[in-house]
């Protein structure tokens, strides 16, 4: 298992195929990343493992080709607290299948929910998580499949997933690094939207992982609309409050490298839009 792979520098791209892509395959997608001057792609298992082994490996030659980064999203039914022990063996069985197939795509990352506090305590709840995720970590291990399982900051409440969570899984497990997504921590908390707060948070990012993480970090961002229980929906930048100039400042500031993945309705535009924003500062 790898923790950490320096990258050269902060690329952008999009959660899933560009939708000017056409035809909307995944190698399509990578092809149009490349041409629209972007960096990065998070394939999106979300609904589903959707690829076969023979297409994995087209798609890594494309990528490798097209010099378009990727990451890749597990889908969203995985719930490591689950009641039920049956479902519980099922996310760690997606989560292994998801990362063997991100492997062959040539992905560093895979990316994924850990699950819901169903009225747990948090503390007991992190326990639970951190046996099944290990366990995971294991198999990988054993198959020698090397990238870094990243559970992603959450948008809501309800989630497993706030800031310290994911740090703390960060440092107590091995192949496991932070997706940082930023507008769900904003919608989750209704802060964390100035640059000193972003700061707070690249900062505890680097003290408690080491300045390596900041090498090869994994970033969402996005517009979003939030309520009083998190995160509702994802929006536009321009149609939304996520102050993601001082982001970029901060990301800038603290030397931040890695992938900047949007998951903005209008994805491909936004990622050019931030791709842009940063460039200029």
Same mark, same amino acid.
């Given at each position: 298992?790898?923790?950490?792979?320096?990258?050269?520098?902060?690329?952008?791209?999009?959660?899933?195929?560009?939708?000017?892509?056409?035809?909307?395959?995944?190698?399509?997608?990578?092809?149009?990343?490349?041409?629209?001057?972007?960096?990065?792609?998070?394939?999106?298992?979300?609904?589903?493992?959707?690829?076969?082994?023979?297409?994995?490996?087209?798609?890594?030659?494309?990528?490798?080709?097209?010099?378009?980064?990727?990451?890749?999203?597990?889908?969203?039914?995985?719930?490591?607290?689950?009641?039920?022990?049956?479902?519980?063996?099922?996310?760690?069985?997606?989560?292994?299948?998801?990362?063997?197939?991100?492997?062959?795509?040539?992905?560093?990352?895979?990316?994924?929910?850990?699950?819901?506090?169903?009225?747990?305590?948090?503390?007991?709840?992190?326990?639970? +998580?951190?046996?099944?995720? *290990?366990?995971?970590?294991? $198999?990988? &291990?054993?198959?020698? @499949?090397?990238? /870094?399982?990243?559970? =992603?900051?959450?948008?809501?409440?309800?989630?497993?997933?706030?800031?310290?969570?994911?740090?703390?899984?960060?440092?107590?497990?091995?192949?496991?690094?932070?997706?940082?997504?930023?507008?769900?921590?904003?919608?989750?908390?209704?802060?964390?939207?100035?640059?000193?707060?972003?700061?707070?948070?690249?900062?505890?990012?680097?003290?408690?992982?080491?300045?390596?993480?900041?090498?090869?970090?994994?970033?969402?961002?996005?517009?979003?609309?939030?309520?009083?229980?998190?995160?509702?929906?994802?929006?536009?930048?321009?149609?939304?409050?996520?102050?993601? +100039?001082?982001?970029?400042? *901060?990301?800038?500031?603290? $030397?931040? &490298?890695?992938?900047? @993945?949007?998951? /903005?309705?209008?994805? =491909?535009?936004?990622?050019?839009?931030?791709?842009?924003?940063?460039?200029?500062?």
């Amino acid at each position: 298992m790898l923790y950490y792979k320096q990258m050269a520098e902060l690329l952008f791209g999009t959660a899933g195929i560009p939708h000017s892509a056409w035809p909307l395959t995944t190698i399509d997608g990578i092809k149009r990343i490349a041409e629209l001057g972007l960096g990065c792609m998070e394939i999106e298992f979300v609904q589903g493992i959707y690829l076969n082994e023979e297409e994995a490996h087209q798609v890594a030659e494309t990528a490798v080709n097209s010099g378009v980064k990727l990451s890749a999203h597990a889908p969203y039914f995985l719930n490591f607290n689950s009641h039920e022990p049956r479902k519980i063996r099922a996310s760690q069985g997606i989560l292994h299948k998801a990362a063997r197939m991100a492997s062959i795509c040539g992905a560093q990352s895979v990316i994924f929910h850990a699950g819901f506090y169903l009225g747990d305590p948090p503390e007991k709840v992190y326990q639970t +998580v951190k046996r099944y995720l *290990a366990e995971v970590i294991d $198999r990988l &291990k054993e198959e020698d @499949i090397q990238l /870094s399982l990243r559970p =992603e900051v959450s948008g809501k409440g309800s989630q497993f997933g706030s800031i310290e969570e994911i740090l703390k899984l960060c440092t107590e497990l091995e192949g496991i690094a932070p997706a940082i997504d930023f507008a769900h921590w904003h919608a989750r908390t209704g802060g964390f939207n100035s640059y000193k707060e972003f700061a707070y948070v690249l900062e505890q990012t680097k003290q408690r992982l080491g300045s390596a993480a900041l090498d090869n970090m994994h970033i969402h961002i996005s517009g979003i609309a939030y309520g009083q229980k998190g995160e509702i929906r994802h929006l536009d930048l321009v149609n939304s409050d996520l102050n993601y +100039v001082d982001l970029l400042r *901060a990301l800038k500031d603290y $030397r931040v &490298k890695g992938l900047v @993945i949007c998951e /903005s309705p209008s994805q =491909e535009d936004d990622a050019r839009l931030l791709r842009d924003s940063y460039h200029s500062l």
